[in-house]
């Protein structure tokens, strides 16, 4: 697993979410043993402050080789978050992006749940995250509610 502090949303042009899943699973299939993998799962956490991120590779043997996700990853997965930002919903706080052998890749953006931080962060870096990231008060979750209240500050 590998934890970085953010540098901010990125500034240069984005791409689209096919050009940007490709750029990633490129990347993905590159940390891979080049024969017999079975499936490839990168989960990411993030807010603009913090992120998370760990790489699981499964082989046809069932084992999983230690592979250390690099944190360039986190640019690509920021623009990803960027992309797919809009004022109704936020932006997402994990998504899962998972490849499958030879090469089907599935994603999944959470928008509404509490990522499991290890260790927790400070609800501080909620309140960073909507002030970039804002989204309406009737799709703001009960939990986030909760963090922006634990970090001294009131809810939008």
């Known amino acids: 697993m590998s934890a970085t502090s953010a540098s901010g949303p990125p ?3 984005s791409g689209t979410h096919d050009e940007l899943l ?5 990347r993905m299939l590159d940390l ?3 024969q017999g993998w079975r499936r490839i799962d990168l989960l990411s956490k993030m807010t603009v402050p913090v992120q998370e991120l760990s790489l699981t590779v499964v082989m046809d043997d069932g084992s999983s080789p230690e592979v250390a996700p690099p944190d360039d990853l986190n640019v690509i997965l920021a623009k990803l978050r ?3 930002h809009t004022p109704e919903r936020g932006a997402w706080f994990s998504a899962r992006i998972t490849i499958n052998a030879p090469a089907t890749i599935d994603f999944h953006y959470n928008y509404d749940f509490e990522p499991r931080w290890n260790p927790p962060i400070d609800p501080a870096c909620y309140v960073e995250d909507l002030e ?3 989204r309406d008060r009737h799709t703001t979750p ?3 509610l909760d963090r922006i209240a634990e970090a001294g ?3 939008h």
Do not use: V
């Open 22 to 26: 490709q750029e990633l699973g490129g």
């Open 32 to 34: 891979a043993p080049e």
């Open 82 to 84: 960027m992309l797919l």
């Open 142 to 144: 009960e939990w986030l």
């Open 153 to 155: 500050k009131e809810p």
């Open 132 to 134: 970039m990231f804002p």
């Open 11 to 13: 500034t240069s042009g």
